[in-house]
């Protein structure tokens, strides 16, 4: 299955700025997955990232927000804008393992805190 | 939409001991596929144990097996041999066989700790 590496692993920023996180993939895949998990519970997807269109935001969150860009198949970056002590959560990207259902492996995160 | 359920906030179990993790779901859906994953304090989500509605079978894996009842809608994971390592939060989650990149939907998880 294909291996994320993403960065940073964790950051500490103030409020008002705003925080790119990156998520390279060993191999070509067609769709990436951003998350949000809020300290102690369970995981959101914020949006799904397609190579060559605007992302595809899930309801609570939108664009100006968690701006997404996906420049090709093996990249893609989150941009969490304008950040509230409310940001303060772990980002996590996914992509699919294979097709038929085998699940979707995961980046191990960046634990963003916002003062 | 589908959801998941874990009711369990936490659990304890001593170490070479057996524990049993509960989650039901709900869905309309009659092909599907049920996943286990496990995210211990270094933060990396883990796939531990996966089943597919459409096999009666339950699924295992090594120490980690599973409880599938279809018509209840239950899907519990069975942690035989308990060893300190796994020590971590558990999630179910779900997700639709309707072709790639289908969502998987999380329960709210639970921590599991194991005593030495």
């Known amino acids: 299955s294909a291996v994320i590496s993403q960065k940073p692993s964790r950051d500490i920023c103030q409020r008002g700025t705003s925080l790119t996180i990156q998520c390279q993939v060993d191999?070509?895949?067609?769709?990436m997955f951003w998350y949000r998990q809020q300290p102690g519970q369970s995981l959101t997807l914020i949006a799904t990232?397609?190579?060559?269109?605007?992302?595809?935001?899930e309801s609570g969150f939108v664009i100006d927000k968690f701006p997404i860009s996906r420049p090709n198949l093996t990249f893609s970056t989150l941009t969490v804008s304008n950040m509230s002590p409310e940001d303060s959560s772990i980002y996590l990207c996914?992509?699919?393992?294979?097709?038929?259902?085998?699940?979707?492996?995961f980046g191990s995160g960046t634990r963003l805190t916002v003062v | 939409a589908q959801t998941v359920t874990q009711s369990q906030p936490e659990m304890s179990v001593q170490e070479a001991e057996t524990v049993t993790l509960s989650c039901t779901y709900d869905?309309?859906?009659?092909?599907?596929?049920l996943f286990w994953y496990k995210q211990p304090p270094s933060r990396q989500m883990i796939l531990v144990i996966r089943?597919?509605?459409?096999?009666?079978q339950n699924a295992t894996e090594n120490r980690f097996s599973v409880n599938f009842q279809k018509a209840a809608k239950s899907f519990s994971l069975k942690i035989s041999d308990s060893q300190l390592g796994d020590t971590a939060m558990y999630f179910c989650?779900?997700?639709?066989?309707?072709?790639?990149?289908?969502?998987?939907?999380f329960g709210k998880g639970i921590t599991l700790s194991v005593r030495p």
């Open positions: 996914s992509v699919e393992v294979a097709r038929g259902g085998y699940g979707y492996t």
């Open positions: 191999s070509q895949v067609t769709m």
């Open positions: 990232a397609n190579q060559g269109s605007e992302a595809t935001y």
């Open positions: 869905t309309s859906e009659n092909n599907y596929y």
């Open positions: 089943q597919e509605a459409y096999k009666q």
């Open positions: 989650a779900f997700m639709k066989a309707t072709g790639a990149n289908s969502k998987l939907t």
